[in-house]
């Protein structure tokens, strides 16, 4: 396949806006942001990086959001802070990566709807509202889901108020199909796949990827092996979950949410095969077997996908919506400017 199409596969993905709607990096270090010089190698324009998960105590993504904002400040001549969309082509056109930040939990907000502008205003540019579990904002996608709380709601029409993109990965059926009816802005699912190709309770059912679509959503495929299917983190995998979603709501509502992590988490197995029983909770081991050595696919699975897409019969136009332009027409539609007041 690479002799065919993979000097075509790199010609697309140097000409377009390339976008990664998630990078799960558990927060230890702001100088990990380092390591995103892989991403921008593999042709990844703007990337969102996770500064919380609902595991972790609430003032985590604080932390995370004042390190990682002084160490771009540090390292101006490698990344550009993602405060609006032209930071994205400022970044493209000096040769940097555009960073955003994202939540994975409104345990982040600590009860309170008003931290939502509080993160904004620090970067956070997408937020879902359950991880795995339930919470003061919604069910989790491992758990009863009782759908969205008053709590929720409110913390959705702030999101909606101050231009926060809604994402729906890692929540309950309930609570995503409740987020897209009441949403004044397009929900998203920013790293979840297509249940029908692989049914694991991450997944999502192609009824949420149809009304997601219909609301001018985008469901990001990721490349976390449990979701994949029976040969765990390869392209073939990924390509297999884009072309099922597209066949179901075409190309312009598809896009990557790869979910790479450090090199020292490469593999699943690192990241939970040693935790303890909180974090067991959260992943529980029904869904998430360790041993059998079940990774994620690093950014530099890109252009593989793409070769992929490419092999398919994918055309250009597509192939630039599916790894970019669908999550930026997005972001063009609902980040607002950062208002002090």
């Given at each position: 396949?690479?002799?065919?199409?993979?000097?075509?596969?790199?010609?697309?993905?140097?000409r377009?806006?390339?976008?990664?709607?998630?990078?799960?990096?558990?927060?230890e270090?702001?100088?990990d942001?380092?390591?995103?010089?892989?991403?921008?190698?593999?042709?990844?324009?703007?990337?969102?990086?996770?500064?919380?998960?609902?595991?972790?105590?609430?003032?985590?993504?604080?932390?995370?959001?004042?390190?990682?904002?002084?160490?771009?400040?540090?390292?101006?001549?490698?990344?550009?802070?993602?405060?609006?969309?032209?930071?994205?082509?400022?970044?493209?056109?000096?040769?940097?990566?555009?960073?955003?930040?994202?939540?994975?939990g409104?345990?982040?907000?600590?009860?309170?709807?008003?931290?939502?502008?509080?993160?904004?205003k620090?970067?956070?540019?997408?937020?879902?509202?359950?991880?795995?579990?339930?919470?003061?904002?919604?069910g989790?996608?491992?758990?009863?889901?009782?759908?969205?709380?008053?709590?929720?709601?409110?913390?959705?029409?702030?999101?909606?108020?101050v231009?926060?993109?809604?994402?729906?990965?890692?929540?309950?059926?309930?609570?995503?199909?409740?987020?897209?009816?009441?949403?004044?802005?397009?929900?998203?699912?920013?790293h979840?796949?297509?249940?029908?190709?692989?049914d694991?309770?991450?997944?999502?059912?192609?009824?949420?990827?149809?009304?997601?679509?219909?609301?001018?959503?985008?469901?990001?495929?990721?490349?976390?092996?449990?979701?994949?299917?029976?040969?765990?983190?390869?392209?073939?995998?990924?390509?297999?979950?884009?072309?099922?979603?597209v066949?179901?709501?075409?190309?312009?509502?598809?896009?990557?949410?790869?979910?790479?992590?450090?090199?020292?988490?490469?593999?699943?197995?690192?990241?939970?095969?040693?935790?303890?029983?909180?974090?067991?909770?959260?992943?529980?081991?029904?869904?998430?077997?360790?041993?059998?050595?079940?990774?994620?696919l690093?950014?530099?699975?890109?252009?593989?996908?793409?070769?992929?897409?490419?092999?398919?019969?994918?055309?250009?136009?597509?192939?630039?919506?599916?790894?970019?332009?669908?999550?930026?027409?997005?972001?063009?539609?609902?980040?607002?400017?950062?208002?002090?007041?």
């Amino acid at each position: 396949m690479s002799g065919e199409f993979g000097a075509r596969a790199r010609e697309i993905l140097a000409r377009v806006v390339v976008w990664d709607a998630h990078a799960g990096f558990p927060f230890e270090r702001a100088g990990d942001l380092e390591e995103l010089g892989r991403w921008r190698a593999a042709g990844i324009d703007y990337v969102s990086v996770n500064i919380g998960y609902d595991y972790q105590p609430w003032t985590t993504a604080l932390e995370a959001a004042s390190a990682y904002r002084h160490w771009m400040r540090a390292h101006r001549a490698l990344v550009v802070p993602a405060i609006g969309v032209g930071d994205i082509a400022r970044a493209r056109s000096e040769g940097k990566i555009a960073i955003g930040f994202d939540i994975e939990g409104a345990n982040a907000l600590n009860g309170d709807a008003g931290m939502v502008d509080v993160f904004y205003k620090l970067g956070v540019r997408q937020m879902l509202f359950a991880y795995n579990r339930n919470n003061l904002a919604g069910g989790g996608c491992h758990d009863a889901d009782t759908g969205l709380t008053g709590f929720g709601r409110e913390v959705l029409a702030e999101m909606n108020r101050v231009g926060m993109v809604v994402d729906a990965s890692h929540c309950g059926a309930r609570t995503a199909r409740e987020l897209m009816e009441r949403s004044a802005t397009p929900v998203i699912f920013s790293h979840s796949n297509a249940r029908a190709v692989w049914d694991h309770e991450r997944n999502v059912s192609d009824e949420l990827i149809r009304q997601c679509a219909a609301g001018g959503g985008v469901v990001g495929i990721t490349g976390v092996g449990p979701f994949l299917g029976r040969r765990g983190a390869v392209a073939e995998h990924v390509v297999e979950h884009i072309d099922h979603v597209v066949g179901l709501v075409g190309a312009g509502h598809v896009g990557l949410g790869i979910d790479s992590v450090l090199e020292k988490h490469g593999a699943l197995d690192d990241m939970i095969g040693g935790a303890g029983a909180r974090e067991r909770f959260y992943w529980p081991e029904a869904q998430y077997a360790t041993g059998a050595g079940i990774g994620i696919l690093p950014p530099e699975a890109l252009p593989a996908i793409v070769e992929g897409l490419l092999a398919r019969g994918y055309d250009d136009a597509a192939i630039a919506g599916i790894v970019g332009g669908n999550f930026l027409r997005l972001a063009t539609a609902v980040w607002k400017p950062v208002v002090v007041d």
